[in-house]
């Protein structure tokens, strides 16, 4: 997630002043990634270095009010037409299990065992926190919950079939052949 892109986006709706474009990046995000107030402002240093953003000078509560540039609005333009490459060779669940199978780990059906629950734990926070939202209000927050839900449930299938490759790994048939 890029915070510096999250800010470009919501000073684009309007000029804000920091503490605005905390709580708006928090109720944009349902309160899901709570964001450091000292993280928006050396971020907001760092756009104004750039000329992404300037400042307007203060309101009437004293607040230094910060609105987009062009040239933030063209690197928001940039940002968001960039695709997204996922990292899918890259799972620390998958290395975990090349590890346990390489070193002969006794207790890798556990290891498997406990990511699933974690995983089904999950699911149900995902689907009881998907209930109480309502589709007209919370639209982009309900879409969220429905990938993450989906992401889940394949790396649910891909955990079965980690177990369906059995627990035997290699290193241990390896030496066992070198010790007779």
Same mark, same amino acid.
């Given at each position: ?14 000029? %804000? ?14 309160? #899901? *990634? ?7 402002y ?6 104004? %270095?750039?000329?992404?953003? +300037?400042?307007?000078? +203060?309101d009437? &509560?004293? &607040? ?5 540039t +062009? ?7 940039? *940002?968001?037409?960039?695709?997204? #490459? ?12 090349? /590890? ?31 209930? #109480?939202?309502? %589709?007209? #209000? ?19 299938? *891909?955990?079965? /079939? ?16 070198? %010790?007779e």
């Amino acid at each position: 997630m890029s915070v510096k892109h999250a800010i470009l986006g919501l000073l684009y709706e309007k000029p %804000r002043h920091g503490y605005e474009i905390k709580t708006g990046f928090e109720q944009m995000v349902h309160q #899901q *990634w709570p964001l450091n107030s000292g993280q928006v402002y050396t971020t907001l240093e760092r756009l104004v %270095r750039d000329r992404l953003v +300037e400042p307007l000078g +203060e309101d009437v &509560r004293d &607040r230094k009010q910060y609105r987009i540039t +062009e040239a933030g609005k063209q690197e928001l333009r940039r *940002w968001l037409l960039e695709p997204v #490459q996922k990292s899918l060779l890259k799972d620390e669940m998958f290395f975990k299990w090349l /590890c346990a199978r390489k070193m002969g780990f006794p207790e890798i059906d556990k290891m498997i065992m406990n990511q699933k629950k974690k995983m089904m734990e999950t699911i149900l926070q995902l689907t009881q926190l998907q209930a #109480q939202l309502d %589709r007209e #209000q919370h639209g982009d927050m309900i879409l969220l919950i429905e990938g993450g839900l989906l992401h889940l449930e394949a790396d649910l299938k *891909w955990l079965q /079939c980690l177990e369906e490759e059995g627990s035997s790994p290699a290193w241990e048939v390896q030496h066992e052949k070198k %010790r007779e």
